[in-house]
């Protein structure tokens, strides 16, 4: 599935797998980026203004092709909170 990921570091556009954890495209997405893999708590993602719930898929989530979803790091509570 065409998804592009935007981050204040970049964007990664590319084909992803649709039934693969929101979580786990997110630590690909950071480590295209160069970033530390234990960061991947602090980043929430984001589309058209919604959190997504990262344990669903691309699927689970109903996103559309070539959706747009944002990327951004959490400060305080929020990013070191406990992740299911």
Known sequence: MRMT?????????DNFESD????ALKAAVLARLNLPSEWVDQYIVACEGQTLEEEKSLKE????????????????SQATRARP
Request: net charge neutral; glycine share 10%; no cysteine.
């Open 61 to 76: 989530l109903g996103l559309a092709e070539s959706s747009t979803l944002v990327v951004w790091r959490v400060s305080g």
């Open 5 to 13: 990921f935007n981050t204040p570091q970049g964007s990664v556009e």
């Open 20 to 23: 693969q954890p929101l979580r």
